[in-house]
């Protein structure tokens, strides 16, 4: 599993943003006219008129479905990326994809059992407009299709099951809920201005060019709107419309040591128009660029292990890494994974200070949109808050519909990309402290516990890019939160130190009993997460956190020096005259 504030963690690229997201109509400034109630009722007609026919003709099969599910993403986005002032593309594309989902066999035992559990879906695209009957036949090829997998899955599960030594959680595999129908028609759709945005971006990228010692830099603005729709056969019926933006700005250079050195700001809201001012944006640029200049001349951290302070929104991450995905309640049965908290129920986890909630039902937190926020999960289940951890003991899991022991039902956290099937999956952790302290005061007591250990400094980590966890028993379970902004903190006085190539790593048991106190300010990590079901919107939010205790290693890093020759100057027709300040 990762979390990255950037569209993917390092190669992966990020598919879909925003819950219950797929894409409506944009303005007509987009040149697209906005879905009318009507076209909601078409999809909606049709697809519950497939699904009652495929329900009808495939029980009489051995073996047969018991849950059908359709689930149709109908989607416009806009895309804007410019670097060096220039724009790469501008795009703004249609797109209907449909999803059907299947369980054959019984609530017991179906073919997604284990690692059948991929078979129980099916994906392609649909055809734009209103014709009812060229979406009828790709829904009813669908369908066919996944019955074939499904069915042929079925008789692998069944086989397996019958050779194989009984498992430890004989859960089922799939968990009865309410239906529930909630059909909200589409919004007016938000009117986005292309010229406007794309000089906007492109101005963005162009500030950069002022800093010599910048390699690369990329703006990106992705905005998409439109609707889920959702029937299955237990009577469940949604249409969900949304929308959400997402601006990111990428900058990179390299040190003389071959280090690729990247900085990133990341602005979610629900439309552009709720994007910071311009003002605001350019003086990230240029912090971006000052920590990019200061980190290139910084020296390289050496392993470490010791007291450790972590900013809110690095807290955040750590959380989400370290303890959230452990908490996914999929995670708790199979004999392929770790099962680190599955038996810790009503047991203490955490310093009986800290409290963890997660809640997608959670719009905005001290002003700022959520990423993980929506209504119902990607099952047709409403979302909940769940409270996961109270004053330290472990409450609870993040349940989706497949069953664990002790929780058969899920609490509206099924959570996909389309194309995926669900699992329990994180929204909005939520941490909070009943041992705080203000920020100056939680200083004092970091550099009174680098005291008492009689270390020569301790390490303050203000900005992380992101991290990622390991939770399956075969390999080690353990995690790496990626640091950008690092200090040393002497203990002796001396200035703060910046360094740069540590990663943080360890394993969860061990790291989360080192929590010593916190800060008394919530900070937030909007980002995307990439797992089994895909990558999903998420957000964490913490306060600061003292550890008494923090392990870190060298970051690996390529040795290919920076440019020879510096960049071409920005002035008409002249010679680069900035040093790239990697000649010799």
């Known amino acids: 599993m990762s979390l990255s504030q950037r569209t993917g963690f390092r190669n992966q690229t990020f598919v879909r943003i925003g819950l219950l997201v797929a894409g409506v109509s944009l303005a007509a400034t987009c040149g697209a006219q906005p879905a009318a109630d009507p076209q909601s009722e078409m999809l909606l007609g049709t697809m519950q008129a497939e699904l009652t026919r495929a329900k009808a003709s495939l029980g009489k099969l051995d073996p047969a479905p018991y849950f059908i599910s359709y689930a149709i993403f109908d989607q416009q986005t806009i895309a804007i990326t410019a670097q060096d002032g220039a724009l790469v593309n501008s795009i703004s594309s249609q797109s209907r994809r449909a999803d059907v989902t299947m369980h054959v066999g019984t609530p017991a035992l179906d073919n997604t059992h284990d690692q059948g559990r991929e078979s129980g879906i099916n ?13 009828a036949r790709s829904l009813w090829l669908l369908t066919y299709n996944e019955y074939r997998q499904a069915s042929g899955a079925f008789l692998q599960v069944k086989t397996q099951n019958a050779v194989q030594s009984e498992e430890e959680d004989k859960s089922p595999d799939f968990s009865t809920e309410t239906s529930h129908q909630d059909v ?8 986005i201005h292309m010229k406007e945005w794309e000089d906007r971006v492109r ?21 998409e709107q439109g609707t889920e729709y959702m029937v299955s056969t237990d009577g469940t019926r949604l249409s969900e419309p949304g929308h959400q933006a997402r601006l990111v700005l990428e900058a990179e250079t390299r040190a003389d040591d071959g280090m690729d050195l990247l900085r990133v700001e990341t602005f979610q809201a629900s439309t552009p128009e709720q994007f910071p001012s311009v003002a605001e944006i350019s003086a990230k ?16 951290a050496d392993p470490y292990d010791g007291p450790a302070l972590l900013s809110g929104r690095a807290t955040a991450v750590f959380f989400h890494e370290v303890l959230g995905h452990r908490l996914e309640g999929h995670r708790q049965r199979g004999e392929e994974e770790g099962q680190t908290f599955t038996k810790k129920v009503n047991q203490s986890v955490l310093p009986s200070f800290l409290s963890v909630a997660d809640d997608p039902t959670m719009k905005k937190l001290n002003g700022i949109d959520l990423a993980g926020t929506y209504a119902f999960d990607d099952e047709g289940t409403p979302a ?3 409270e996961v951890i109270q004053n330290g003991i472990l409450k609870n899991f993040l349940m989706s519909r497949i069953p664990i022991a002790n929780f058969s039902h899920s609490n509206g956290h099924g959570r996909r990309q389309a194309g995926r099937m669900a699992t329990g999956r994180q929204g909005n952790l939520i941490v909070t402290s009943t041992n705080t302290m203000p920020e100056a005061d939680l200083r004092k007591r970091f550099i009174e516990e680098i005291k008492k250990q009689g270390k020569p400094y301790g ?17 080690p379970q353990a995690f790496q939160v990626l640091p950008i902004i690092v200090w040393r903190v002497y203990a002796d006085g001396r ?9 943080i790593v360890g394993t969860p048991l061990s790291a989360l009993e080192r929590i010593v106190v916190t800060g008394n300010k919530t900070e937030i990590f909007n980002g995307v997460c990439g797992a089994e079901s895909g990558f999903v919107p998420v957000s964490a939010a913490a306060p600061a956190m003292l550890f008494s205790e923090m392990e870190v290693q060298k970051s690996s890093h390529g040795r290919d020096r920076p440019p020879i020759l510096p960049p071409p100057s920005t002035t008409p027709g002249g010679a680069g005259s900035g040093h790239a300040g990697g000649t010799r």
Do not use: C, H, W
């Not at 994906?123 to 979406?135: F, M, Q, T, V």
């Not at 909200?184 to 009117?191: S, T, V």
């Not at 200035?495 to 990663?503: A, K, S």
């Open 203 to 223: 101005a963005y990228s162009a500030e950069f060019k002022k800093y010599p010692f910048i390699y690369n830099a990329v703006t990106s603005l992705t905005f």
């Open 285 to 300: 640029i240029e912090k971006m660029a000052s920590d990019l200049k200061a980190l290139r001349a910084a020296p390289v």
């Open 384 to 386: 909940e808050r769940v």
């Open 184 to 191: 909200l028609p589409p919004g007016p759709p938000a009117a």
């Open 495 to 503: 200035p703060d130190e910046l360094v740069r190539g540590v990663d």
């Open 459 to 475: 390490l303050y980590f203000e900005d992380v890019e992101g991290g990622f966890t390991l939770t399956q028993r075969e390999l």
């Open 123 to 135: 994906s392609l695209p649909l055809p734009l407009g209103n014709d009812r009957d060229a979406i």
